[in-house]
């Protein structure tokens, strides 16, 4: 077997085994000090603020949770679309590269314009301790510069100090200003289960925002 075969062969049980790690995390759940910090306090201006909820969802789970927030909030969706194909096991497997690698994703066009709306609401599931690529790819986008945005992560297992500064560090680059973190484990729950968790997250801190809410 060659040099270049073998590096081959390690490579890809590296990323075989992230694959696994990225499907199986163990839940472990967040301590009092972690989940204050997680949440921040304050209420959208009125009835008829209507925040921009951007979501990415490979496997459904961060949908229920942003149209928890949706009923919750009366707020308007935008789906992220990623081109590549993120089903099943190849699907994991490209999830694992471009999380290592670190590589963009290619989205479908999208159809609002988060310009017109302040703040905007982006939920996404956290792979290998950074934020889902399509996720990513989106915040890059020009109009997000000088934008309030709130997190909600969805995960499976522990999130670090480390690790949050990461996501933290992932969104301040782009110009953008991060007003708070919600942070919703999400394994082995039911989807009711998932919405009444934001929903006590929501009423124990409701969300804090100044909304510009016109839609084109």
């Known amino acids: 077997m060659g040099k270049n075969t073998v590096t081959a062969f390690r490579f890809i049980s590296i990323v075989l085994v992230c694959s696994l790690f990225i499907v199986s995390l163990p839940a472990y759940p967040p301590n009092s000090a972690e989940a204050e910090e997680s949440l921040q306090a304050g209420m959208l201006n009125s009835e008829n603020d209507k925040p921009l909820i951007v979501c990415y969802s490979r496997t459904g789970t961060s949908r229920i949770v942003a149209d928890a927030l949706m009923e919750y909030l009366s707020g308007t969706i935008e789906e992220i679309q990623s081109t590549k194909n993120r ?3 190849l699907g994991v497997f490209t999830c694992v590269l471009d999380q290592l690698l670190n590589r963009d994703d290619i989205l479908e066009p999208l159809q609002k314009d988060p ?4 703040p905007v609401i982006l939920v996404t599931p956290v792979w290998l301790g ?3 690529s399509p996720a990513r790819t989106y915040i890059k986008q020009p109009a997000f510069q000088g934008k309030d945005i709130y997190l909600v992560i969805t995960y499976n297992g522990s999130l670090t100090e480390e690790k949050e500064k990461v996501l933290k560090e992932e969104i301040s680059v ?3 200003t991060l007003k708070g973190i919600y942070k919703i484990i999400t394994k082995e729950i039911t989807g009711d ?3 009444e968790e934001v929903r006590n997250q929501l009423e124990t801190k409701p969300l804090l925002a100044k909304v510009h809410n016109n839609p084109s």
């Open 193 to 195: 289960e998932i919405k």
């Open 130 to 132: 950074k934020l889902a």
């Open 87 to 89: 089903d099943g096991l």
């Open 115 to 118: 310009k017109n709306f302040n």
């Open 174 to 176: 782009q110009g953008i």
